[in-house]
């Protein structure tokens, strides 16, 4: 290998503090406040991904608010809704991305048109006609202003029963629908042109197009990137970004890196990504969702903090180390703990479940004045959670 690309030496306390920076965890509302907010959020790190469980406020929500401090719900209500800033599709689950970027889904969406999933085999013709007609005719509906389906046994765990719904799912899938609206989760779906006032949809990404729209999303948000980080359970589209990351390399737009502990996975990063930088605030703390895009790349996460985060909501409650919704707690550049929350909304509560102490919070002589700023950061969380 010649000099020119021999790995930059990466200490996983630097690349912690790189990763950290990309995701705008370093400093106090990063992305100001309101519904631009949340549209610059979602913006900056690419996607926030949507979540079902509500045991603690739901993980879309939790994740704008760790980097929003004044986030309001009706904020993101807002940017879909009505300023239309954000959509809803899926990346590797289902998840807010920026209205801008819809044309590098577009091709996704056609291939839904031409390929449908088994997933939704069963979808007749007669129901697709049945629902898109009933959305040309009547406006944005959701799943409840259709009363007259004949239902059907389920296909799977969590399949509706409905063949109304199966077709709109379908239809948000292939494009033809998109999500207006959101109330908990009751969808409130609109045919995609109107909901976004098209004459004419955009134009979609090419191929290669979306091969650099993936590789520079993951390098805005994640600072320090690996195929798997850049291609998360999409492992078919590696062969394309490797070629790509190749050719920055040899244009001296990526460096590559040897991150510590690391090998033989490769990384990179763009050159400013490793300009110094300020420390960022040592006291800041922040109590992050098990799917904040910090925690939701497991093994990613244990190699750059060493906290193996372990989601147990389906393990068996007897086999359960951090309980069955635990929220890893960042300090500084440390996660120290794991906490088990749960909302009483009804006596109006934050319930502390479990207190496990990780990496740098096992040390019990740290713990004293980590359980006092973590305490602090609970009440602010706790303030959010019981707000209607």
């Not at 809704?81 to 899926?90: P, T």
């Not at 689950?93 to 031409?114: E, G, I, T």
């Not at 990137?225 to 970004?241: E, F, G, N, Q, T």
């Not at 790509?244 to 737009?253: E, F, G, N, P, Q």
């Amino acid at each position: 290998m010649s000099r020119a690309t021999e790995p930059l030496a990466l200490t996983q306390a630097r690349a912690r503090r790189i990763w950290l920076r990309a995701q705008r965890l370093d400093v106090p509302a990063p992305f100001g406040e309101g519904p631009p907010a949340v549209a610059a959020a979602v913006r900056h790190l690419g996607y926030v991904q949507i979540d079902t469980i509500h045991v603690i406020e739901r993980a879309h929500h939790h994740i704008l608010h760790t980097r929003i401090p004044d986030y309001r719900r009706a904020d993101l209500r807002q940017a879909q809704s009505v300023d239309k800033s954000v959509f809803e599709y899926w990346t590797h689950a289902l998840s807010y991305v920026p209205s801008d970027d819809l044309r590098f889904f577009l091709p996704a969406m056609k291939l839904h048109q031409r390929e449908r999933h088994k997933r939704f085999a069963s979808v007749s013709p007669a129901d697709m006609r049945k629902v898109m007609l009933r959305l040309r005719r009547d406006g944005a509906l959701t799943i409840r202003d259709i009363e007259d389906d004949v239902l059907t046994e389920k296909e799977h765990l969590w399949a509706s029963r409905k063949p109304s719904k199966r077709a709109l799912q379908l239809a948000f899938y292939t494009g033809a629908v998109t999500i207006a609206e959101r109330n908990g989760m009751l969808k409130t779906y609109e045919l995609t042109a109107r909901h976004f006032g098209w004459d004419q949809p955009p134009k979609p990404a090419s191929a290669s197009e979306v091969t650099a729209y993936l590789l520079d999303r993951a390098l805005r948000a994640q600072g320090v990137v690996s195929l798997d980080s850049i291609c998360h359970l999409d492992a078919p589209r590696k062969a394309a970004v490797r070629r790509l990351i190749d050719a920055r390399v040899r244009r001296k737009a990526l460096v590559p890196v040897a991150l510590e502990g690391a090998s033989p996975q490769e990384h990179w990063a763009d050159p400013a990504a490793l300009e110094p930088s300020g420390e960022g605030d040592p006291s800041r703390v922040h109590i992050l969702s098990p799917f904040d895009p910090l925690v939701i790349q497991r093994k990613r996460t244990e190699l750059f903090f060493g906290y193996g985060h372990r989601f147990e909501a389906y393990v068996p409650k007897q086999k359960r180390v951090f309980g069955y919704f635990a929220l890893p707690v960042l300090v500084g550049d440390d996660i120290v703990a794991a906490l088990d929350l749960k909302t009483d909304r009804e006596s109006r509560k934050l319930l502390m479940q479990k207190w496990n102490w990780v990496g740098r919070g096992a040390a019990r002589g740290a713990r004293k004045d980590l359980k006092r700023r973590i305490e602090e950061e609970l009440h602010r969380f706790e303030r959010f959670q019981l707000e209607e």
